[in-house]
């Protein structure tokens, strides 16, 4: 990867990096399909960064295994996945393997099975870079590998260890240089900090920020966790039951959150010295919904601390809620019904 | 490998065997009381001579006394006299170790590797006809009486069908040297060893498809498919290497069965290895023979073990750096 | 108006247990060759039980007390034919169904029992019981088994009730093995700590905690170590450590080898034994595999 970052350019001039419209998921089971992800449309321009939070089970990590087409064989995906302007969805096989990790990689979470327990690190990051570039000879290999280590904070030697001699912060750090081995344009993080401590998570968060800036790659950061997205990523979208509820400026989204559930979702989030948090009850009552049995109009309804008569029956849809804002509400002011 | 874990399992082998050792002693006091006068059955032995021949097989010290002498003719490797043939133990073993050091080897080799590609095979496609066909022979194999795969075998394809021979290493009848003494040995050798080979295989597939059922849902796999790699790349690259670790596991404890196996098969075959030396040794009875055979068998389960466990050591690095 | 008493602990866990039995056997019936399996138990079993309505006891000693012809194939004298001695190989074949599912059946028990207790007491108490207690497994495994059961065999001499003690004495440590690594993983868990928080002693934990809850596995293996035992039985037998006077199939098949059976082609002598021996340890086989489908909560998410 060269070191100059990448050129500015206006970015009305440039098709967005991602593109993605009406994205249905539906996993095989013997009682019939369910529905993970449920029309999702997203936009991802080159260089920018985008928040996906949300529970487990919302269909975040879903999205992110239909963008590259790695979801179980038998898995029903339909729409349009547009990456740099080629839809991934109607790929043929061989360009799909060429695409993945060259134009979009996945940053996995660190766990101690995201990597081949028996095989060194280095050797795993080698073999993505010896995938993609048949020309490179094993000195020139190693040396790259051992820049990608050293990029993400590592010393190049640790190539030769075993991922369970790496602690959980290590091996978080070697699946990000893992990831910008073939200088992607598009990084998917799906949970990168969530097995992580605090502070070892703050220093995850901030490599990211820093390789972002340099490189200027696109990052699509999936959480569950909504207090890591606010510095890292400029937009912010909140998903609940497969569908996304809530979509904007990540600050704003934050601090004046639209969505009944994303104020939840923020509220969760103890603050150290904040009075006023400790009179507000915390966390959300009821578990998310089952996808095979969705309740009536607005799926969080049941769980709603400001539902009204009208939301059981309501399909509700992303809707005005500010500027370059939405939220999937009855209550924003761009909802086409009265409350 | 680390030092520690390769003198680790070293040490624990040999502390192992020393055991054996000690128990093959106990074993046979208790079975043969009275040796001088299984020897010499057919005879009459009047009070003296039987005292006299006593003194001499050191019978007449106390069992302390016996256990070290036993030790101490143990460690010279002189196992004592058979029975039947009154040869040294030792060197009947010795004569009789190669046909079955060949039969076991070639069976154990062939039905581990034949088994573990049936394994990939079967996992692989999961619950299609080659799947249910793959396990289905597997169980069926692993529930036939070997000995009786071999009758079948041996009726069909030698005595039937003369197709080829009905037993024994070589034709007796034949000079032959060099190379066509090989292949005449080799001829004889198909049948036990595809008997023993065919029984065992089940086994392995069995485990190797379940562990790679197992392995095939990790979370490194996605992480090589989202790299770019083709998904039979993936298999056996990154799948199969970490599923292959309980099979290796499996390969001590087949053994024994093998070994076990090539007792009967032997018989069935005339194949005059170490097998077919127990098959008679159990009809004589011959007990040295047998406490002889016993503490070779032993010995090879302990050595095939230990082979075992260092490749296990080899091939997963979270047991060698821990 | 009378109260209905509230029902006793006991009633409710008998009540929870039945139900789950009732939830697992329907669960099991979907399973083909799991069903296939157990129609061959049963109907072998039946065969064994029925063995004295099916077929003349007598026709089983040695001496020709009939006028048969020796070694007639299927063809001149049904439905199996005869051996050396005249017999009808098919009253053998009935006959040594009972012994061959007798030992089968007995010496797992044996081996399952002996297993459990070690396995039990080894992962509870773990320390230095647990590590002698491995020690000895370990020991044993190393020890191939089958020239261990014929020096056994040997002394003891060869009668139905030694074999299954000698198989039984031999087969323990692996469903030893397997049942300490499961406790291991139980007697972490909270009820158990919450149990001796309220005074239960060892005892107590072991035999209404732990027991209970290894003891879908212990059946699961018990199954599976059925196909082991039996052919088992069926090699000591044919190497002549069998009970001549109650001949099992492997013994039939003993007697079949050294009559020179295979070299007179009389393949009606020992197709039979051999092809009941396979099916009965097949059938268990197939029964254990979907038990364990059904039982082990690993497996279960597999068949997603």
Known sequence: MSVEPAPAEPAADRAPLLSVRDLHVTYRSRGGGIPAVRGVDLDLGVGETLGLAGESGCGKTSLAGALLRLLPRGTEVTGEVLLDGEDVLTMKPGRLRAVRWTHAAIVFQGALHSLNPVQRVGNQIAEAIRLHSKRMGRAAVAARVGELLELVGLPARRARDYPHQLSGGQRQRVLIGLALACDPRLLIADEPTTALDVMVQAQVLRLLDELQQRFGVGIIFITHDLSTLADVCRRLAVMYAGRIVEEGPSHEVFESPAHPYTRALTGAFPVIGDSAFRMQPAGLPGDPPDPRRLPTGCPFHPRCPAAVEICPSTPVELWRAGAERSAACVHVSGAPVRT | ?322 | MNAVAAPSPRRITWLRRRRAVGAAWREYRRHPAGMLGLGIIVVAVAMALAAPLLADGDGLRAVNTTENPAWASPSEFGPLGTDNFGRSVMTQFIWGARISLLVGLAATVIAVVIGSVVGIVAGFFGGRIGGVLMRITEWFLVIPFLPLAIVLAAILGPSVENIILVIGITSWPQPARLIRAQVLTLRERDYVERSRALGASDWHLMTRHILPNVSPLILANTTLTVPVVILTEATLSFLGLGDPANASWGKMLDNAFEYGAVTLEAWWYFVPPGLGILLVALAFTLCGTALEEILDPRLRDRRA
């Open chain 2, 1 to 322: 490998m680390s030092g520690r874990y390769l003198t680790g399992k070293v040490a624990g082998s040999l502390a192992t065997l020393i055991f054996v050792v000690c128990f093959n002693f106990f074993l046979f006091r208790v079975v043969e009381s009275d040796p001088v006068a299984t020897l010499f059955r057919g005879r009459d032995l009047t009070q003296s001579q039987r005292a006299e021949l006593t003194r001499q097989f050191g019978l007449d010290k106390s069992t302390g006394g016996q256990f070290v002498d036993y030790l101490k003719q143990t460690a010279q490797l002189n196992l004592g006299r058979s029975y039947t043939s009154n040869q040294p133990v030792w060197s009947e073993i010795k004569d009789k170790a190669g046909p079955t050091v060949a039969l076991v080897g070639i069976s154990a080799v062939f039905s581990a590797v034949l088994g573990v590609l049936l394994g990939i095979a079967a996992a692989w496609r999961r619950r299609t006809k080659a799947d249910y066909s793959i396990t289905g022979f597997s169980m069926a194999t692993f529930s036939i009486p070997d000995f009786w795969l071999g009758m079948i075998l041996l009726t069909v394809f030698a005595v039937g069908l003369g197709w080829l021979p009905t037993g024994g290493i070589e034709d007796p009848a034949s000079t032959a040297t060099g190379v066509p003494k090989l292949v005449d040995q080799a001829e004889h050798l198909f049948l036990p060893a595809l008997t023993l080979t065919v029984a065992y295989l089940g086994e392995y597939a069995l485990v190797m498809r379940s562990s790679l059922l197992d392995t095939m849902r990790e979370d490194y796999l996605v992480l090589a498919r989202a790299k770019g790699l083709r998904d039979v790349l993936v298999r056996n690259r990154h799948a199969v290497p970490n599923a292959l670790l309980p099979v290796v596991a499996l390969l001590a404890i087949n053994f024994g069965f093998v070994l076990a196996g090539a007792i009967a098969v032997e018989a069935i075959f005339s194949w005059p290895g170490l097998g077919l030396a127990t098959y008679e040794a159990i009809k004589g009875p011959d007990l040295p023979m047998l406490q002889g055979l016993f503490l070779v068998f032993s010995a090879a389960m302990i050595f095939f073990n230990l082979v075992a466990d260092l490749l296990y050591g080899y091939l997963d690095p979270r047991v060698r750096e821990a």
